[in-house]
């Protein structure tokens, strides 16, 4: 892969940085940003483009197999991330597990002291085989059922059910997604266990 402006990091440099887990054939871009590496956790077959942000921050951040965190996708794992196998985050795509209190009983903002603040911490998980759209927003406390997907420019405010197509604000049932990639990861393992296949 020919880059112009910055290049990808292996599974060895970044192991040398300190991560949690890093698996194998796995590729950062040295232009995302990582914060806390030694609560992030990287699977196997996984890409993060340029100008991300994960920041494992108070919590952890614990990315599958086969996952794709495309340009400026943002996760903020401060209540805890976990993003499943064959998962993708598409560009501009954030995901929350953190969250201020705006009513306007307390203070917001990372400047200020705890005490005078009211965050709301929640883990957020993607199930195996999850799309979040580009430009979508995932907020804390909230499950993405196996095989969903969520269209561009959607909010996921609640959980969402396995097996669907969603979008909009906020983010609801369209219709059902098909299964047969469930096929396909089948033969890409198989594959993957006998190369000469």
Same mark, same amino acid.
């Given at each position: 892969?020919?880059? @112009?402006? +910055? ?10 940085? +300190? ?7 796995? =590729? ?13 956790? @990287?699977?196997?077959? #996984? ?5 991300? #942000? &994960? ?5 952890? &951040?614990? *990315?599958?197999? %086969? ?8 996760? /903020? ?5 976990? *993003? ?10 954030? *995901? /929350? !597990?953190?969250?201020?209190?705006? !009513?306007?009983?307390? =203070?917001?903002?990372?400047? *200020?002291?705890?005490? /005078? ?11 195996? %085989?999850? #799309?979040?759209?580009? +430009?979508?927003?995932? &907020?804390?406390? #909230?499950?993405?059922?196996?095989? !969903? ?10 959980? @969402?059910?396995?097996?669907?197509? /969603? ?6 049932? =369209? ?5 047969? @990639? ?10 993957? =266990?006998?190369?000469?296949?």
């Amino acid at each position: 892969m020919k880059i @112009l402006g +910055g290049r990808y990091l292996d599974e060895n440099e970044l192991r040398d940085l +300190g991560l949690e887990r890093v698996g194998s054939n796995v =590729l950062v871009h040295e232009r995302a940003i990582l914060v806390d590496l030694d609560r992030i956790s @990287l699977g196997s077959n #996984v890409r993060i483009d340029a100008f991300c #942000v &994960l920041s494992a921050s108070a919590g952890s &951040l614990a *990315i599958g197999d %086969h996952v794709h965190i495309a340009s400026h996708a943002d996760i /903020y794992a401060g209540g805890g991330v976990e *993003i499943g196998d064959f998962c993708g985050l598409s560009q501009g795509g954030k *995901i /929350y !597990s953190t969250n201020d209190d705006y !009513s306007g009983k307390s =203070l917001t903002g990372p400047t *200020i002291p705890k005490q /005078y603040t009211n965050v709301h911490r929640a883990p957020v998980k993607l199930g195996r %085989h999850v #799309v979040v759209g580009s +430009g979508s927003v995932v &907020l804390p406390g #909230v499950e993405i059922g196996e095989g !969903s997907t969520v269209g561009a420019l959607s909010l996921v405010s609640r959980n @969402l059910d396995p097996w669907g197509v /969603y979008g909009g604000v906020p983010a609801r049932r =369209l219709k059902d997604r098909r299964k047969d @990639l469930l096929e396909r990861e089948r033969d890409l393992l198989k594959d993957s =266990l006998d190369p000469g296949h």
